[in-house]
């Protein structure tokens, strides 16, 4: 049986009724920052628990409980997010790490590097630029990680 992960960024205060049809099921979600708007992790609580780091535009008070990476263990797989790859100051192999998680570009990636899963899963929230709108999954199975990206449509 899969554990399966739902990964969401950039969301910028608007949480797409796509994005929930898209996360619906899922085990767990994790946010890359840019959440926006404090509601946005409560909607995303009703789906699944939830593991949320702050990114560049969450200021105010509400922002302040969430910190600007966080390591995260599930499904035996250890998963470090931060909103901005450029700021990764660990070295994930060393680190023990399985999966990176980051945002910020709104560009949806997915790649390997020495082992170590790194997913961007691109802007959920309000389009910028020509980039699509997207989100990710990442499935834990015995066999092994199977991560996704999403188009979420053509919404504005």
Known sequence: MAY???????????LRREALCRLAGVDHIVHGGDIGLPNVI???RRIAPV???????????????YAYTELVQLAGRSIY?????KT???DPVTSGIDVVVSGHSHV???ETRDNVLFVNPGSAGRRRFKLPITLAT???TPG???PKIHDLGEGP
Not at 6 to 11: F, L, N, P, V
Not at 81 to 85: G, I, K, P, Q, R
């Open 4 to 14: 399966r992960i739902g990964i969401i960024s950039d969301t910028h205060g608007l």
């Open 42 to 44: 409560d909607e995303l």
């Open 51 to 65: 593991t949320a780091v702050k990114g560049n535009v969450d200021i105010g008070a509400w922002a302040h409980e």
């Open 81 to 85: 997010v931060l909103h901005d790859l």
């Open 88 to 90: 990764l100051r660990i």
């Open 108 to 110: 949806p990636k997915i």
């Open 138 to 140: 990442l499935e834990v």
């Open 144 to 146: 092994g990680l199977r």
